[in-house]
C-alpha cells in the first residue's frame, strides 16, 4: 500500500490544532509509517506540493497570502479538511470583523494601542495585506471534511486521520466528533 502525501498549514489562527496535532504522542509514529509528509508548519517546506492526498488547513483566511495558499491547496489537494474552529467558522481570528475593514484593524493595532513610534507597517514583505473581512475555508474554497473544535481534540483528529488511512469516510457523529469550542 503507498503512503498517503499528507500536508497541514497553519493560516490565521493561534496553532493550538497543530499543537493538538501533536498531542497524539506515540500514534504519530504509526501515522509517519502510513503517510508522507509533503507540507506542514513542522516540516518547513516552503513550496505547496502537487498531488497531494489529504491537507489539514487550521485557521481562517485572513491576508492576501491565505488568499493565495488556499487556492493552491484546493487546486493540489484531493481532500481538504478544515481543521479545527478557526477555519470551519473563522471564530476567534474573525472577531475583528466587526472593527471594520483592514486599515480600520490596522490603524487600531499599529497606532490607536501604541504609545511609541505608531506607525502602520507599509513596506513589502513585513505584514501580508490583510483582507477586509476574515473568512472561515468554505467561504473561499470547496471543503471535504470538518474537525470541528478549539482545538480539536488529539482522539477527534486522529479517528478522523485513521479512517483516512484506511480508505474509509471519516464517521463525524455524536458530540465526541462534532463539539466546537
Known sequence: MSKLRFASVW????????????????WLFDLAEAV????????????FPENVDVTLVEGAIANQDHLELIHTIRKHSRLVVSFGDCAVTGNVTAMRN?????????D?????AQLLRPQVPHDDGIVP?????????????????YIPGCPPPAKRIRA???????????????????KFG
Open 160 to 178: 478522523v486521520l485513521q479512517a483516512l488511512i484506511e480508505g474509509k469516510p471519516p464517521e463525524m457523529i455524536g458530540r465526541e466528533m462534532l
Open 108 to 112: 487600531r493595532a499599529y497606532q490607536d
Open 98 to 106: 466587526p472593527l471594520g475593514g483592514a486599515e480600520v484593524v490596522l
Open 36 to 47: 508522507e509528509v509533503v507540507y506542514s508548519p513542522v516540516a518547513d517546506i516552503k513550496t
Open 11 to 26: 493560516m490565521g489562527g493561534c496553532s493550538g490544532c497543530h499543537m493538538s496535532f501533536l498531542d497524539l504522542d506515540e
Open 129 to 145: 495585506p490583510l483582507i477586509d473581512r476574515v473568512l472561515p475555508v468554505h467561504a473561499v474554497i470547496p471543503v471535504d471534511l
